[in-house]
């Protein structure tokens, strides 16, 4: 099979890469992009730049010998913004739903909540993620609080 991409869709195709990657490797202390099949895939892919006019956007890094992203590609990729909007909306999600789980598992008790009905439980957690994800809305963090929080005992002065 063959696929046919103009100089655009290629350019385009960059940043879907760099969004993958980011999701593969953002959270790992050490990059290692996926298994072996996904660095093989995203290294052919980002080899064809220079056949697509795009080898100020990627370039092959002899002591590492691999394609990777040059400074402009981090400065000019479209993927940042995508990435950002993800992060963020991810992180009041994750928040609300989080502390909607704890709030039902309080007003409710475990025992209630492993009988309910899961139409019922779902509703109740519904409306308490809205109503989490409402205040977050209106107020930020700025009501959220962390009961007897304590910083490091090495805590810059």
Not at 41 to 57: D, H, P, T, W
Request: proline share 3%; with cysteine; hydrophobic share 35%.
């Amino acid at each position: 099979m063959k696929i046919d991409l103009t100089k655009d869709e290629y350019r385009i195709l960059l940043d879907f890469l760099e969004m993958g990657r980011w999701m593969i490797d953002s959270y790992k202390n050490e990059p290692e992009l996926g298994d072996k099949d996904h660095i093989r895939v995203y290294q052919k892919i980002l080899s064809f730049a220079e056949k697509f006019g795009f080898g100020n956007l990627v370039e092959y890094v002899e002591d590492i010998k691999e394609y990777c992203g040059t400074r402009e590609f981090e400065d000019t990729t479209a993927s940042r913004g995508f990435i950002d909007n993800y992060d963020d909306d991810n992180f009041w999600t994750q928040l609300a739903g989080n502390l909607a789980e704890r709030e039902l598992v309080r007003r409710e008790g475990d025992e209630k909540l492993r009988k309910m009905n899961g139409r019922k439980r779902m509703a109740k957690f519904l409306a308490l993620e809205y109503a989490h994800m409402e205040e977050f809305s209106e107020h930020g963090l700025e009501h959220v609080v962390v009961m007897d929080f304590k910083p490091p005992e090495d805590y810059p002065e």
